[in-house]
């Protein structure tokens, strides 16, 4: 998500200007090469709205910087341009003139300043690239942090669980075992037992007291038959 807000509007709006600027630079060349006054002016037209295009995408891109290095690339950048379209503009004039050999000889120098701006659009295109690889290397790393904490947080609470099992399982369990224990006795007619001592307070503490009561009641039952007799 990060990507196609930041840097994507980026890599349109240079790709826009290095389309428009293109295509200047080709209006350009058929204004040079027609010999026909009608035509010149056509191309003449079509680049006053060219020009006025690539100044707003100019603008526009302008806004979507926020490092300073896109800043310095980006002054570099529109300085050529402007170095550029003032050489072109002798071109064009020469060129209405019908001067072709001037406009053509001059077009040279305007070439390589054309080529000089296009190096810095490739190194605007290559820093958002990179920023772009940056932001996915970051994402994968922070999603592969949560995965690892939401995995340890998982591993944690299993082995909690398990802990509280084996806990109610002896605090359960051993209860259980020593009064079935004390239960077998009493049914073989031993009556002579301590009391069962379960420290639980819930229903099987209730049941181990109750037992208790159940086994001395019949113990002085029992005394009681004995001694009437």
Known sequence: ?????????????????????????????????????????????????????????????????????????????????NDYVKKNDEVIEYSNKMETKYAIFTTFSGTALFNKMHKEIDALITLH???????????????????????????AGVLLTILIAVLLVRTIRRPLINLSAQVKEVANGNLVLEPIRIKNKDE???????FNHMTANLKELIENVVYNS
Do not use: C
């Open 1 to 81: 998500k990060e990507v196609s807000n930041n840097v994507l509007p980026k890599v349109e709006a240079i790709g826009e200007i290095n389309y428009i600027a293109e295509h200047i630079f080709n209006t350009s060349q058929k204004h040079i090469l027609s010999e026909n006054e009608a035509f010149k002016q056509q191309y003449q037209k079509e680049l006053e709205g060219q020009y006025q295009l690539i100044d707003k995408k100019f603008e526009n891109y302008k806004k979507l910087i926020k490092t300073k290095q896109e800043l310095k690339l980006y002054d570099r950048l529109h300085t050529e341009w």
């Open 129 to 155: 690239k990179k920023e772009a690889a940056q932001i996915n290397e970051d994402s994968h790393t922070e999603f592969l942090n949560v995965f690892y904490m939401t995995l340890l947080s998982l591993g």
């Open 204 to 210: 099987i503490g209730e049941l181990a007291t109750n």
